[in-house]
C-alpha cells in the first residue's frame, strides 16, 4: 500500500463507488483515471521532495550532484507504483479485470499479497526509495 499513493487509491475507489460504471468500458475508463492519479501524485510527491531553494540548487549543480530522484529511479518508482496500484485494483470487487478473467479479484487478491511481501526487496534491491514529503 505505500507505493501507492493514498490519494489516488482512494480517489479510485470512491470514484467506482460513487459512479458504479455498469458497463465493462467505464470500469476501465475508472481504472485509466486511477493509474493516471497514481503518476501524478508520485510526480508530485518527488516535486515536493525535490523542491529547494536557488542558492542551494545552484551549489548542488555546481557540485554535480544529481536530484534526489530522477532518471531511471523516477522510471522505477513509477513502474513500481503502478505494479501495486493494478495487484490493488484487481483484488477490489467490480474491477475491471473481470472481463479478462472472471477470478481477478481472487487472482488480483492473492498477487496483491505476494507483491506486498516482495515489494520492499525488490525496490531494496534496486536501490529505490519512495520520495519522501
Known amino acids: ?3 501507492i499513493p493514498s490519494e489516488a487509491l482512494g480517489s479510485y475507489i470512491a470514484l467506482v463507488g460513487v459512479v458504479a460504471p455498469e458497463n465493462d468500458g467505464g470500469r476501465w475508463a475508472l481504472f485509466v483515471i486511477g493509474a493516471a492519479l497514481v503518476c501524478m501524485f508520485l ?3 518527488v516535486a515536493l521532495a525535490n523542491k529547494q531553494g536557488a542558492a542551494e540548487w545552484l551549489a548542488q ?3 554535480g550532484d544529481p536530484p534526489k530522484l530522477a532518471g531511471w529511479r523516477l522510471f522505477g518508482v513509477l513502474v513500481l507504483s503502478l505494479a501495486s496500484f493494478v495487484a490493488w485494483a484487481c483484488a477490489l470487487p467490480g474491477t475491471p479485470f473481470l472481463t479478462l478473467n472472471p477470478d481477478a479479484t481472487q487472482w488480483g487478491g492473492g498477487v496483491a499479497v505476494v507483491w506486498s511481501l516482495l ?6 534491491l534496486l536501490d529505490l526509495r519512495l520520495p519522501s514529503v
Open 119 to 124: 515489494l520492499p526487496k525488490v525496490a531494496e
Open 1 to 3: 500500500m505505500k507505493w
Open 61 to 63: 549543480k555546481k557540485q
Open 43 to 45: 510526480l508530485l510527491n
